[in-house]
């Protein structure tokens, strides 16, 4: 095969190999040209690696940084998270407060009473603002996924497995269930045979 049949073509002697053909002026590369070409494009090479290295170097800190920063905040977000429903149910101390301090004043107790029935109502708005459900159960079927059954009564005037009585509500927080209600449930009461008469 000769030169012209091969298309790379064939390195003049004296050329390196690779090397461009001709310089600026058009004449062909020596190797002393070469080498410093090759140094030059290798001192190129190396500084842009090191850039690249350093940006590398820089992104990741940033990218370090930025993950001590979201736990930072995350940590506080939790922290902090019941700073709205403690500021809500601030006034509702307030107000028990002022019903013992009334209370201490004397009186029938009628104001008392009163007093802690309007904070009870304060509370449970606050609850409600923040996300809080009450389920009262009372007279509903039995529901085992809102309901704790401490006890069954038999009862004839009630259908089998409703509520009878509620000794506690329950909460649900944004439709989870935080604390079931605790109830009584009906049953059916068990058949009694007549005595016998011996």
């Known amino acids: 095969m000769t030169a012209a049949d091969d298309p790379k073509g064939s390195d003049p002697p004296g050329r390196v190999p690779g090397a461009s053909p001709n310089t600026d ?19 190129d090479k190396t500084a842009e690696a090191a850039r690249n290295w350093d940006l590398y170097v820089r992104e990741r800190a940033d990218t370090e940084n930025f993950k001590k920063r979201m736990q930072r905040e995350k940590a506080d977000a939790l922290r902090f998270a019941n700073e709205g429903l403690v500021r809500d149910l601030l006034p509702v101390i307030d107000n028990l407060e002022r019903a013992v301090d009334h209370a201490d004043l004397g009186g029938n107790g009628q104001p ?23 389920i009262d159960a009372t007279g509903a079927p039995f529901d085992p996924s809102r309901h704790e059954a401490v006890v069954q009564v038999p009862d004839r005037r009630r259908e089998p497995n409703h509520v009878v009585e509620q000794y506690e509500p329950g909460y649900t927080l944004h439709d989870r269930l935080i604390r079931p209600a605790k109830v009584s449930v009906s049953s059916k009461p068990s058949v009694e045979r007549p005595p016998d008469d011996d």
Not at 25 to 32: F, H, I, L
Not at 112 to 134: F, M, P, S, T, Y
């Open 112 to 134: 008392l009473i009163e007093g802690v029935r309007l904070v009870l109502q304060n509370a449970l708005e606050v609850l409600k603002r923040h996300g809080v459900g009450r």
């Open 25 to 43: 002026d058009g004449r062909p590369e020596t190797p002393a040209e070469a080498v410093e070409r090759l140094k030059r494009e290798l001192a």
